[in-house]
Nanobody
Framework: QLQLVESGGGLVQPGGSLRLSCAAS????????IGWFRQAPGKEREGVSR????????LYADSVKGRFTISRDNAKATVYLQMNSLKLEDTAVYYC?????????????????WGKGIQVTVSS
């Protein structure tokens, strides 16, 4: 079964940047689309971005379009989320998750493996 581990989180000032990584093991990452989700205190988990198996199709939440970029390196079994122009409201625990579905969606039920999450805090 695919196992996922997030890294790269931390504390950053508004307007700053972070790059999250999602490292996969236990199975071939090429067989999965990968999504990034986040959950802020008191809020529901929301989809942030998703990338298809080959990397050819990307999906972004409206709140991060133009600021976040998702990419993947299947040879390194890693998916990245480059986050620029960070805002206070981007503060959350970020999770990566794997989906076998070909439907380009943030529907949580389509994701079969989840990382434990990593904290991103945007604060001055």
């Amino acid at each position: 079964q695919l196992q996922l581990v997030e890294s790269g989180g931390g504390l950053v000032q508004p307007g700053g940047s972070l790059r999250l990584s999602c490292a996969a093991s236990g199975s071939t990452i090429d067989n999965y689309a990968i999504g990034w989700f986040r959950q802020a205190p008191g809020k529901e988990r929301e989809g942030v971005s998703r990338i298809s198996r080959s990397g050819g199709v990307e999906l972004y939440a409206d709140s991060v379009k133009g600021r976040f970029t998702i990419s993947r390196d299947n040879a390194k079994a890693t998916v990245y989320l480059q986050m620029n122009s960070l805002k206070l409201e981007d503060t959350a625990v970020y999770y990566c998750a794997a989906s076998r579905s070909y439907t380009n969606t943030f529907f949580v039920g389509n994701y079969v493996s989840w990382g434990k999450g990593i904290q991103v805090t945007v604060s001055s």
